[in-house]
């Protein structure tokens, strides 16, 4: 029997606990969005202001760019359609199966100026990776000072790391940029730089007030912070720009693996014992658990390889675990919500907090009510999505079952309800 949730039941995310989709993301499609973050200090995107399906038109301004010579004729704009396909931007499809013939993707992040075309145009892919990273480099930026100061000093230092030989106005409506045409830099960023000089800057709306909320696990978003602060300051002198990006990237890729890792393990531990596990505590000393073991020795079947192996397994089986632990949190806060008690008592609890007092009111009457309310939305939904008679009477069956059941309360029901239908 197929059970049918109803809409506001189909989605697993909360915020509070993970504001990032736990989903697939590309990390060199959102460094252009994280980019856009960093220098316009924190605002939106204003509205599109390029046609990401017009590459004819961008190519032929590139090619009639005062620092390009030799592809104004037909034969040269095809030559340096093929270096810019292959070195400056990402083409993808438009629509489902890319029937609606292709699109600018993104600018690949050779500068920092890589936000300027608005590009891509919707951010749902980024899975907000780059509102936590921006939060994460805030707080570890923040020594002292106002927010606006300190927004302004990332931005200085981001600048100056991804984007030498670049003039960026931090005090206009689009924070427009392009190349100080003095400055040596490497032939694909400066092919970057002139294509990005045919397109119109992107306006910057308003602050963005969507930033993560504070992390769940306060000493590993420090270090992701922290780790992607210093690495730039230490590197940016060293390393050219297309290699010092290519290390900021494998690095976030690193820290939100580790990082989901160990937020699975402390939310399944939060949820089992209602204790604030040690890697939710902002006064943790040593080690944050999980530890991570990475075989490189390439030995099949040693002692190291089994090392790695009982890692990936331990992960796996967290992972399990970890859905219904969320589920279960984001439903009590869920309920919690509209009830005004319980609400006032949540009110100002900073996220490890707030996660731990959600444990406590998981027997609340109020919470148990709404509890059986969506199980009693869940069987109308399923049994209206049901025709026949049979089948109605199967369902109908199981879910009377389900209501005298005394060893679950409905809370513990309705997640395992929810987490079966969507696994």
């Known amino acids: 029997m197929n059970v049918v949730l109803p809409k506001h039941l189909r989605t697993a995310r909360f915020d509070r606990l993970f504001a990032v989709e736990m989903n697939d993301f590309d990390v060199e499609r959102l460094l252009p969005a994280l980019f856009h973050l960093v220098v316009t200090q924190g605002r939106e995107r204003g509205p599109r202001a390029n046609d990401p399906k017009k590459l004819n038109e961008y190519i032929t301004a590139l090619a009639e760019h005062e620092r390009l010579e030799g592809f104004d004729k037909d034969s040269g704009k095809r030559l340096l359609e093929r270096w810019v396909r292959s070195s400056v931007i990402r083409?993808?499809?438009v629509g489902r199966g890319g029937k609606g013939g292709e699109q600018i993707e993104y600018?690949?992040?050779?500068?920092?100026?890589?936000?300027k075309p608005g590009f891509p145009a919707e951010s749902s892919r980024q899975r907000n990776v780059h509102r936590f990273v921006y939060r994460a480099l805030l707080n570890s930026f923040r020594t002292s000072g106002d927010l606006p100061s300190l927004r302004a000093a990332?931005?200085?230092e981001f600048i100056r790391a991804f984007g030498p030989g670049t003039v960026i106005d931090t005090q206009g409506a689009k924070f427009d940029g392009t190349y100080d045409g003095e400055t040596e830099l490497d032939i694909h960023t400066l092919l970057g730089l002139c294509f990005l000089d045919g397109f119109t800057a992107t306006s910057a709306g308003k602050v963005d007030r969507s930033e993560a909320p504070d992390p769940a696990l306060p000493r590993s978003a420090a270090e992701i912070g922290e780790d992607l602060l210093l690495y730039p300051l230490a590197y940016r002198d060293r390393l050219p720009p297309y290699a010092l990006t290519r290390g900021f990237?494998?690095?976030?890729?690193?820290?939100?693996?580790?990082?989901t890792v160990r937020l699975m393990a402390a939310t399944t531990d939060l949820a089992r014992t209602g204790e604030l596990p040690a890697a939710m505590r902002h006064d943790l000393n040593g080690n944050v658990e999980p530890q991570l073991y990475v075989d490189f020795t390439r030995h099949r079947g040693g002692v190291s390889d089994g090392l790695a192996r009982a890692c990936v397994e331990r992960d796996m089986e967290e992972l399990r675990a970890y859905y219904g632990s969320a589920l279960l949190l984001q439903t009590i806060a869920r309920h919690a919500e509209f009830q005004p008690t319980l609400a006032a008592h949540l009110k100002g609890l900073d996220t490890p907090a707030y996660l731990q007092t959600l444990t406590t009111i998981r027997s609340e009457p109020d919470i148990e009510a709404g509890a059986r309310n969506d199980l009693l939305q869940i069987q109308a939904e399923t049994l209206a999505a049901y025709q026949g008679e049979a089948e109605r009477e199967q369902a109908s069956a199981f879910f009377q079952e389900l209501a005298t059941d005394a060893s679950r309360t409905a809370l513990e029901k309705?997640?395992?309800l929810i987490a079966s239908v969507q696994e």
């Open 91 to 93: 083409m993808g499809g």
């Open 107 to 115: 600018v690949q992040p050779l500068t920092v100026l890589a936000y």
């Open 154 to 156: 990332l931005a200085q």
């Open 249 to 259: 990237m494998a690095l976030i890729t690193l820290h939100m693996f580790v990082y």
């Open 414 to 416: 309705v997640v395992q």
